[in-house]
């Protein structure tokens, strides 16, 4: 993991709907993302129409990721979570699966799904990647679903 946030991009004049599917599991620090996620994007996006869904962990975010990118009513969705790792590799499978899975939705729908599904070592970790800001995973996932929405738009001449 990298420890330094992306350049913010240009700001966007026009309207965007961007959706966020976030996970109550770990719900400290998911929602530490969702804040910070948020008020990137509102810094971003001038006319901004933001969602967000919460499920119960971080294997049930796919099924609404792709309901909403089946839907095509966003621009960009936002996945949030957080996994630690226990004394098993079952995190790490979990990750592995949720990771499959959002990207094949992107990939399926056309609409950017940006994964900060966080695998993390340990509460130190989460702290740090969630609730900090300079290396906040929120505002980077929402840096990154501005821009990609951004290109896409303008690709498809919208």
């Given amino acids: ?21 976030a996970s109550r599991f770990n719900e400290k620090y998911v929602e530490g993302l969702v804040q910070h996620a948020s008020t990137e994007l509102r810094a971003l996006v001038s006319s901004l ?6 499920v119960s962990g971080a294997f049930e975010i796919p099924v609404v990721a ?21 004394d098993t590799k079952h995190a790490q499978h979990l990750a592995q ?13 056309g609409v950017p799904v940006i994964n900060a599904v966080l ?3 340990d509460e130190w970790q ?11 995973r929120g505002t980077e996932a929402a840096r990154a679903a501005v821009e ?3 290109v896409l738009v303008e690709l498809r001449g919208r």
């Fill in 1 to 21: 993991m990298s420890n330094f946030l992306p350049t913010r991009p240009r700001a966007i004049g026009g309207k965007r709907h961007i959706a966020i599917v």
């Fill in 126 to 136: 989460a702290q740090e990647r969630c609730l900090g800001s300079e290396i906040n």
């Fill in 49 to 54: 129409v933001l969602t967000v869904h919460h």
């Fill in 119 to 121: 695998d993390l070592d």
């Fill in 148 to 150: 990609v929405a951004d």
């Fill in 97 to 109: 699966s949720v990771t499959n899975a959002l990207q094949q939705i992107a990939i399926e729908h």
């Fill in 66 to 86: 792709r309901e909403l990118a089946s839907q095509k009513k966003v621009e960009a969705i936002l996945a949030l979570g957080v996994i630690l790792a226990g």
